[in-house]
């Protein structure tokens, strides 16, 4: 299968530890998005790289949030002292630059804060 | 804010088409229509998209309005497989470096059997 995975598909943790996901992208789309989706809600924008630069961040994103895409691949967003409002399903997706640029979304991580 | 609106909730039965409405009145000239659905705890899954013309591929057709107000996505037979949240985006191409979706709620479609 070489569509979008992340990694893990659930985490569930205590409030205040923090908490990494990873999500791969399809292997030539240059471009990567996170999403956060909470129930009964479409997914909400949260930051989107192109290449290894991260080129715009949502208000939804705070200090607590930080993403990585340290080599145009791969990406990681961790989550420091989670909050229960942090519980969510964490998309992502990734586009290859240019055109019309369809976006591709992975399965998601479900993170359940408690 | 989401720029489409769509109906919450619709009913198909099994084999019949679903045809699922969207209504994207302030779409500018250089913004595509683009259609998602998610089953339930999965990731959005891509259907189709189009600018102006009306769209086909192996999952669903696309027709635009000729003044590009509103669209429908017609599944043609649709499935107890189809039950999912669609939803409609629109999104320019051509905008700098904002790529990102905008999602509303979108349509809740139960396929009955």
């Known amino acids: 299968d070489t569509g979008v995975s992340q990694d893990p598909r659930h985490k569930i943790t205590k409030r205040g530890q923090n908490v990494t996901f990873r999500c791969d992208p399809i292997?030539?789309?240059?471009?990567l998005y996170w999403y956060r989706q909470t129930l009964g809600q479409g997914p909400e924008f949260l930051t989107y790289?192109?290449?290894?630069?991260?080129?715009?961040k949502s208000r939804l994103l705070s200090d607590r949030f930080s993403a990585e895409r340290p080599k145009g691949s791969f990406s990681t967003l961790e989550i420091q002292r989670t909050e229960q409002g942090d519980s969510a399903m964490y998309l992502c997706?990734?586009?290859?630059?240019?055109?019309?640029?369809?976006?591709?979304f992975g399965p998601g991580t479900r993170l359940l804060v408690l | 804010d989401a720029k489409t609106t769509q109906p919450p909730s619709m009913d198909c039965a099994e084999g019949r088409a679903a045809n699922l409405p969207c209504n994207h009145s302030?779409?500018?000239?250089?913004?595509?229509v683009y259609w998602y659905r998610q089953i339930h705890s999965q990731g959005p899954q891509y259907i189709i998209h189009g600018l102006k013309n009306n769209e086909t591929n192996e999952m669903a057709s696309l027709i635009i309005t000729e003044d590009r107000k509103s669209s429908t996505l017609i599944l043609p037979h649709a499935t107890l497989r189809d039950t999912a949240v669609y939803y409609c985006i629109v999104r320019g191409w051509n905008a700098g470096n904002n790529r990102k979706l905008i999602w509303g709620l979108g349509t809740s479609l139960a396929v009955n059997p």
């Open positions: 302030t779409i500018s000239g250089n913004e595509y």
């Open positions: 292997s030539e789309h240059n471009r």
């Open positions: 790289f192109q290449n290894e630069a991260q080129l715009e």
């Open positions: 997706a990734s586009s290859l630059e240019g055109g019309e640029e369809t976006q591709y």
